[in-house]
């Protein structure tokens, strides 16, 4: 049986990348909405101002944070109850700039008169944000208060770290189909030229999304450079 | 440090289900696209038709193929050897029948004069495509011809899932993509009501892609119930 050990593949230069892929998408979303979509505003009578703040909050809270929320899980230094409370409280401002974000959607909606949750942008994310919700809500209970016996937190663990990197990749997912519903719609009133400056930064924004998910979910894979993990962490997999 | 053993867990159940739910993604894009959208042909004055054979191909070949060729490998019986080679011709199929998709859209967007390459959809969907394309290359001289030496094979092997989950993670978000884009721009034309059968129908189809796609990872990570894999397999992670 071959042995492969994640310990020889260090998670810190991959968490580097993290940090520099997020702030990217962070940075690529901002000057969509700002730049070339007019700004943010939550009381305003130019609606689209409303509309804008959720592309934002769902990068810059959800998966933003989200990410980080993983890998300083996995790489920081600092005792357990520290990483926990640090991973469980990124994840809660993750998850509340998600139900902000959609708020504003909503609200958009609500003030053109346009219906909700139609599309399969809407379904994939509502989907996403229920079970991210849940997924926080029994992390933060199993891991951390009132937190269950060590032989409940070992059973559980594993599916916390499946599932969550399975919630995760939806929310990259749901992200994309989002990216791609807007620019569809704003293309097809020909507010947006297929080949213009801002569809490519579109475009860009959705590659470096894709980007980001990888690096997070290897690095969930990788080993912790903390001495809580220890080096002959192995994967055990079939000989070839 | 808690060692949770897949083995526990058998694989056999999630692979029936990937079987049930890969049919159900196959009836639904048939469904759309021969009941909702005309129908499928490749010579034709209507390219609506053209058109058509891109979904199904995509999920018919692309997805529902690479989904059994991943849980033929990890839950069917018989040689290695004999998992190897219909692993690797079950992806061949799949990835040749993801390229004649393509052809259709770029045979479509040729005859009504639609420019190519502008979405994301067609971004993520063409780097999936390549990299499935130097995956299944990679996975075809390491493991089966010439064939690598043991150790290059042992080194090689967790790479190969890794990064092939990463390559069929990425061929499901092209397609929820793929999904809300063509949904969009029918909508946006009018072509399509917003809560009708067909868009109802639609959305299902990405929640049952996503679903599919939840089965094939986590039937990844389970014990195999072939003599080949030992039952303590299992993944090694900090203690909770």
Redesign the interface.
Known sequence: ??R?N?GRVSVLPFTILVHLVGILCVALVLVWMIHFRGGLAWSTSNQILIFNIHPVLMIVCFIFLSSEAIVHFKSAPGSKFYKKTIHSALNAIALTGAIVGVAAVFKFHKELGI?NL????A??GM?TIILFGLQWMSGFL??LFPRGA?KT??????WH??VGL?VY??A??SA??G???L???LQ??NAMG??SPE?RL??CL??SL?LL??LV??SS?LS?PSP???P?????????
Chains 1, 2 share one sequence.
């Open positions: 049986m071959a492969w994640w219906a139609y599309s399969l942008h379904w994939l989907l199993v891991f060590k937190r070992g059973r559980v663990l594993p770290v499946f399975l990749i939806a990259i997912s994309e189909s990216i791609v519903e620019v569809a719609l097809g009133r297929k080949f569809a579109a475009n959705g590659l894709l998910g990888a979910v290897l894979v912790s809580a993990t220890k002959e962490d192995a994967i055990a997999i079939p000989s070839p």
